[in-house]
């Protein structure tokens, strides 16, 4: 099953607080990319957000460690 799945913000939660986590989550969507359970990645031009495709069995598949 195809899910869509787009980014938005945690209220309450600065951009600074981000930062930190970037360079592991890119390397952490890269892994899940090549294991084929994110199909399509993009990044938004209107805000800071990405929109992502994903392959899974079913809406209820929530972990995704075993990748």
Not at 11 to 16: I, K, L, R, S
Not at 30 to 48: K, M, S, T, V
């Amino acid at each position: 099953m195809k899910i869509l799945a787009i980014e938005h913000e945690v209220p309450g939660v600065a951009a600074e607080q981000f930062g930190p986590h970037l360079k592991a989550e890119a390397a952490r969507a890269w892994e899940l990319y090549r294991a084929g359970l994110f199909r399509e990645l993009y990044f938004r031009a209107d805000q800071p957000s990405a929109v992502l495709m994903l392959e899974c069995v079913g809406v209820g598949q929530r972990r995704i460690d075993h990748v």
